[in-house]
């Protein structure tokens, strides 16, 4: 999927208010930790994360969308009149029915001629989302396309504790829970237009994707539990992105020296550092997030590309590899021209 008339105006993020440290989480499960002989520091260890965040109790995911989508649209300069489509593809959700995206479409004020849905794929949502958009812009359907996402780990980390405090909990239920504390909340929008339309802009130039659906049921989850088999969805995400980095090799043209940024989608400390450890690839070229906000599904690859513009780390004409992996599992990667 290559695009030739796509940029990115703005994207932007909205930090949650609430720090949860990991050794926090650790002094809440000690009593399980105690009894199953599990290192005290086990988290923060296996993970590398140290914290994560938290939104205010009872808010609804559409709420801190909608505020990464008014950021984003303030920084894009444009009439929110000129949005075609606006596009959630968070994993938290306000409701099964009506869509997020409907709700988000009515805080931001936007056009009724204005299209809105959710995209769903687990932590890759967030580029399905550019790609939808782009295909749209690309198409001529849209001149201008927002998306957004917003993560809440707040009711799945509060149902899990406890859940692993349980007297009967044994060391393979206590791992497959595990996971789920490594979540943090966040969220996250980006603007799309037609390059002609955004001279300024940063250039979208799609990029390829590859699915092992055999993976299915590695990881399981809804807003109240979620069981996950970390070492097997480990081992099966590093092959696919292994696939997946070969096709970006032969249709996209990349090497190990073609980008200047690498921005993953971040589990852990471990995920991220054997990824770029199979490939080959240079880890200070990795904006590490995963440290002070854990795992923030489909808005973590958002955010970085937030922070690496914020904190003037990209710079006109760097090449930034966007790296997703989605729980299913699906594998893009893809390419921005900053």
């Known amino acids: 999927m290559k695009f030739d008339n796509v940029s990115i105006l703005s994207v932007e993020h909205v930090d949650a208010p609430h720090v949860l440290t990991s050794e926090a989480i650790e002094a809440q499960l000690a009593p399980t930790i105690s009894r199953l002989g599990v290192r005290p520091d086990l988290l923060r260890e296996l993970s590398g994360i140290m914290e994560r965040r938290l939104w205010d109790p009872g808010t609804t995911p559409s709420q801190p969308a909608t505020l990464a ?9 444009i009439d929110r009149a000129m949005v075609g489509v606006l596009v959630n593809t968070s994993v938290s959700r306000d ?16 056009a009724d001629t204005c299209l809105n849905f959710d995209v769903s794929n687990a932590c890759l949502g967030f580029i399905n989302g550019m790609d939808v958009v782009g295909n749209m812009i690309e198409r ?31 060391e393979l239920t206590f791992r497959n829970n595990f996971a789920s504390l490594t979540l943090g909340s966040g969220a996250a929008a980006m603007v799309l237009a037609r390059s002609d339309l955004a001279p300024k802009g940063h250039r979208y130039l799609g990029g390829v994707t590859l ?41 996209l043209g990349w090497t190990l020296d073609t980008h200047d940024h690498y921005v993953q989608h971040q589990v852990s400390k471990g995920h991220a550092e054997k990824i770029v450890g199979m490939l080959g690839l240079d880890m200070d070229k990795v904006y590490r997030l995963y440290p002070n906000y854990g795992n923030i599904g489909p808005a973590g690859i958002a955010i970085v590309l937030a922070k ?22 699906n594998c893009t990667m893809a390419e921005i021209v900053w």
Not at 95 to 110: D, F, I, K, M, R
Not at 159 to 167: E, F, K, R, Y
């Open 140 to 170: 001529g359907q849209v001149e201008y396309g927002i998306v957004v996402d917003a993560e809440s780990s707040r009711p799945l980390i509060e149902n899990t504790i406890p859940l692993m405090l349980d007297d009967e909990m044994d």
């Open 211 to 251: 699915a092992d659906a055999s993976a299915c049921s590695l990881c399981c989850g809804n807003m109240e539990h979620m069981v996950t088999d970390t070492h097997a969805l480990t081992i099966a995400g590093l092959q696919l992105a292994a696939r997946t980095w070969k096709l970006a090799e032969s249709r």
């Open 95 to 110: 409701y099964l029915e009506p869509s997020t995206a409907c709700a988000v479409h009515n805080g931001l004020g936007l």
């Open 308 to 329: 690496l513009g914020d904190e003037n780390i990209a710079t006109a004409g760097d090449r930034i590899a966007l790296m997703g992996i989605g729980s299913g599992i």
């Open 69 to 77: 989508g008014e950021k984003a649209l303030e920084s894009s300069g």
